[in-house]
């Protein structure tokens, strides 16, 4: 069974300072996807990232950037000088990656960045 | 610009009552979802389609149904609204591979009263 973990269910910060989410997954496939999506006030999900599990290497995007670690099963996000708009619930998910079969995405239970003044 | 669209957005109803949530998308993606979302945030998976006449439960129980007559229409039904269900419905879809990651519609916030 595919679980993920966001351990951090609020984060409060002041706006400029770097943030962290983290999130760990468990699978027992060798192949699969990862993702980050955002979820402002108005509700929507809004996609971010997509990461295979081979591809170990570290994405920046902007002010966001994620670490992936297979060793640790952890896949991070890190906001880099914080805005308020950032503020939103942030929700890592696992994909399975079985061809021909709707692959579904296993939510992690999300944190909520709230970012102040 | 959305390419998957739910209504209504908001929808306060009394017990009883028959509903169903409309979820369309333009995209021609053959996998559709639907998600509830508890008010602690944590998404459940509770219908889900690979295609036109297509469908299973998720993960989580449900007492609504779904059905899956067109590509592009994945309508969600309640026959009976409790006050158990109220809670966010968030609709979506992705392509055959699925690793794409989903594109969600706006969602519908039910509250049954």
């Known amino acids: 069974a595919q679980k993920v973990t966001q351990a951090q269910t609020e984060i409060s910060v002041v706006e400029k300072e770097d943030v962290t989410l983290d999130c760990v997954y468990e699978?027992?496939?060798?192949?699969?996807?990862l993702f980050w999506y955002k979820q402002p006030p108005s509700g929507e999900l809004v996609f971010l990232i997509r990461r295979n599990s081979f591809d170990e290497q570290n994405e920046i995007s902007g002010r966001y950037s994620w670490n992936f670690q297979k060793s640790t099963s952890s896949f991070n996000f890190t906001i880099t000088a914080s805005q308020v708009v950032d503020s939103a619930v942030y929700f890592c998910a696992l994909s399975d990656t079985y061809t021909g079969t709707a692959s579904k995405l296993t939510f992690g239970t999300g944190t909520r960045l709230q970012v102040t003044l | 610009e959305a390419d998957i669209y739910q209504t209504p957005r908001y929808l306060v109803i009394g017990t009883g009552k028959k509903i169903t949530l409309e979820c369309s998308q333009t995209m021609g993606h053959d996998k559709m979802y639907w998600y509830q979302q508890d008010p602690g945030m944590e998404l459940h998976l509770i219908h889900y389609?690979?295609?036109?006449?297509?469908?299973e439960k998720g993960d989580l129980s449900s007492e609504s149904t779904v059905s899956r007559i067109r590509t592009e229409h994945f309508p969600l039904t309640l026959e009976s609204a409790r006050p158990s269900h109220t809670s966010q419905y968030l609709c979506?879809?992705?392509?055959?591979?699925?690793?794409?990651?989903?594109?969600f519609g706006s969602g519908t916030r039910l509250t049954v009263v």
């Open positions: 389609s690979y295609g036109v006449n297509s469908t």
């Open positions: 699978t027992r496939d060798t192949t699969y996807y």
């Open positions: 979506a879809s992705s392509d055959q591979r699925g690793n794409y990651g989903y594109t």
